[in-house]
C-alpha cells in the first residue's frame, strides 16, 4: 500500500508542477518539497513523509529536470 501512495503522491504533484510551470512559474527544489507534503496530507496518503531531500532529487529526476 505504501508504495501505489507514493506513486500516487509522485503522480499528484508531477500535475500540480506541469500546471505551475505552464504558467511560466519557476519552481526550486524547496518549492517542489512544500508541494509535495502539502498535498500529501491532504490526500493522507503517506504517514511521516517529510518529502527529503533524496525523495525530491529522485522525483525530478524522473520528470526529467535537472
Known amino acids: ?3 501505489l501512495n507514493f ?3 509522485s503522480a499528484l504533484l508531477r500535475e500540480k ?13 524547496a518549492i517542489v518539497r512544500h508541494m509535495a507534503v502539502r498535498l500529501n496530507r491532504e490526500h493522507r496518503l503517506n504517514e ?7 525523495w525530491i532529487a529522485k ?8
Do not use: I, N, P
Request: aromatic share 8%; hydrophobic share 40%; charged share 30%.
Open 1 to 3: 500500500m505504501r508504495v
Open 7 to 9: 506513486k500516487r503522491l
Open 17 to 29: 508542477v506541469m500546471e505551475a510551470t505552464e504558467q511560466g512559474l519557476t519552481l526550486s527544489y
Open 48 to 54: 511521516d513523509f517529510r518529502a527529503s531531500k533524496s
Open 59 to 66: 522525483f525530478v529526476l524522473e520528470c526529467g529536470g535537472d
